[in-house]
C-alpha cells in the first residue's frame, strides 16, 4: 500500500488542522491506520491509530481529548483532525500502514508502510 499525508502547516497554539493520508493499493480489512509525528531532534512517536474494519481508535496519551482519528465509510482516506495544538505538537507527521495483527501496538516497527511525512508547526 502506498501513502501520501498532506495538510501540514503553520498554525497558532489553540488553533486547528486536518491532516490526510490517502491510501492507494490492496487495503486489507485487517489493517490498521496510524499516524506517528516526530519532533526536531527526537524520536519519532505514536500518535493515534485505526482499526479498518471496526473503526476502533487508540491514542498517546499526549493528544487525548485533543486529536481525533477518522475513516469515513468510502474511500481510502484516514483523517487526524487537530484541535487545540500546542508547541509541543509541532513536528514531521507521517501516517503508517500495518496489514495485520493484534490491536493496540503503538510501536513503530509493527507499522510496514510509511507515507513520506506533511510538516505541522505550531507557534506560540
Known amino acids: 500500500v502506498q501513502l501520501q499525508a498532506s495538510g501540514g502547516g503553520l498554525v497558532q497554539a489553540g488553533g486547528y488542522l486536518r491532516l490526510s493520508c490517502a491510501a492507494s493499493?490492496?487495503?486489507?480489512?485487517?489493517?490498521?491506520m496510524g499516524w506517528f509525528r516526530q519532533a526536531p531532534g527526537k524520536e519519532r512517536d505514536f500518535v493515534a491509530a485505526?482499526?479498518?474494519?471496526?473503526?476502533?481508535?487508540l491514542y498517546a496519551d499526549s493528544v487525548k481529548g485533543r486529536f481525533t482519528i477518522s475513516r469515513p465509510n468510502a474511500g481510502n482516506t484516514v483523517y487526524l483532525q487537530m484541535d487545540s495544538l500546542k508547541p509541543g505538537d509541532t513536528g514531521v507527521y507521517y501516517c503508517a500502514n500495518r496489514r495485520a495483527g493484534n490491536w493496540g501496538s503503538k510501536l513503530e516497527r509493527d507499522f510496514a508502510s510509511w507515507g513520506q511525512g506533511t510538516l505541522v508547526t505550531v507557534s506560540s
Open positions: 485505526i482499526r479498518w474494519m471496526s473503526g476502533s481508535t
Open positions: 493499493g490492496r487495503i486489507f480489512s485487517s489493517s490498521h
